[in-house]
């Protein structure tokens, strides 16, 4: 997608002169699968647009957003699922969890995000998240993502959490539960996850439905102070890292009380996570 010295790489660097080769080594080593005539893997990720795209998530961790980490110690090894609370109204929380993962992480650990089936519909949206690891938020795909020992990102409020009003700032929304039955199919741990400071990005005041039915997405928001650019205001992200839930040895087939109680453990160790995190935040910015 993006090869050679392109516009898009020369501005990528001018942006981040600092991050070229601590990038290049990251992408190396842990983006080694073999790729098709069309330089991408079985997942369609792309390593060198990946690379491209990193160049700006650094930037905006490090300097824009100013991500700080709480604890990295609780990262485990090999393929997990890292669960966390969707916010914000424009999808940065993903970016900066995956970009932290990466490339901030002492373990680092290439994130593939599960997005929703409406951004496929999204002309050249799609094309770029899917070059970047963004995974439609397909179980079978999630599964065999795992079962390669790879990572995988989800939302479990989906896009309920993305999009509810700044009145229910931080309080999570109904939890779908296909992750739990994948996390215990395949035995891998979930790694909860609490991102604070996304829900006071973009303030929503308005739905402009006529936009949200032209690009098939359930709202567009209409937020304050941008109004109709959409640039998150720089606020402080912090995440919270939650201790590895685990489930035992795999179960293909198990009851719905069983993963009804699990997704319960997961939600309410991600509620644990924000609170605490609400109560240690000093200042928006």
Aim: hydrophobic residues 40%; proline residues 8%.
């Amino acid at each position: 997608m993006f090869t050679g010295n392109t516009i898009w790489q020369r501005l990528y660097r001018l942006l981040a002169p600092h991050a070229n080769q601590e990038i290049k080594q990251k992408i190396d080593q842990y983006c080694m699968t073999p790729v098709n005539c069309l330089g991408t893997d079985a997942f369609d990720l792309d390593p060198q647009a990946l690379e491209v795209c990193l160049h700006v998530a650094w930037w905006l961790y490090r300097n824009y957003f100013r991500v700080q980490v709480h604890g990295w110690q609780h990262v485990p090894q090999g393929p997990m699922i890292v669960a966390g609370n969707h916010s914000g109204h424009l999808p940065f929380d993903g970016m900066m969890i995956g970009t932290g993962f990466l490339l901030d992480s002492p373990q680092p650990v290439l994130l593939h995000s599960m997005v929703d089936r409406r951004v496929s519909r999204i002309p050249f949206v799609s094309t770029l998240f899917a070059r970047v690891g963004q995974i439609t938020g397909s179980r079978q795909v999630c599964q065999q993502l795992l079962q390669a020992g790879k990572s995988v990102l989800v939302f479990p409020e989906g896009m309920a959490g993305i999009c509810k009003p700044f009145s229910q700032r931080y309080q999570l929304q109904r939890f779908g539960h296909g992750f739990v039955k994948i996390a215990m199919h395949t035995g891998c741990p979930i790694v909860p996850l609490a991102l604070i400071g996304a829900e006071e990005q973009a303030i929503a005041v308005a739905d402009i439905k006529p936009l949200a039915k032209l690009f098939h997405l359930p709202h567009w928001p209409l937020i304050l102070p941008q109004l109709f650019v959409p640039i998150p205001l720089p606020v402080r992200y912090t995440l919270h890292i939650g201790k590895p839930i685990r489930f035992g040895r795999k179960q293909a087939a198990p009851s719905d009380k069983t993963v009804t109680h699990a997704l319960q453990r997961v939600k309410q160790s991600i509620r644990t996570l924000i609170a605490d995190g609400l109560h240690k935040r000093q200042t928006i910015f």
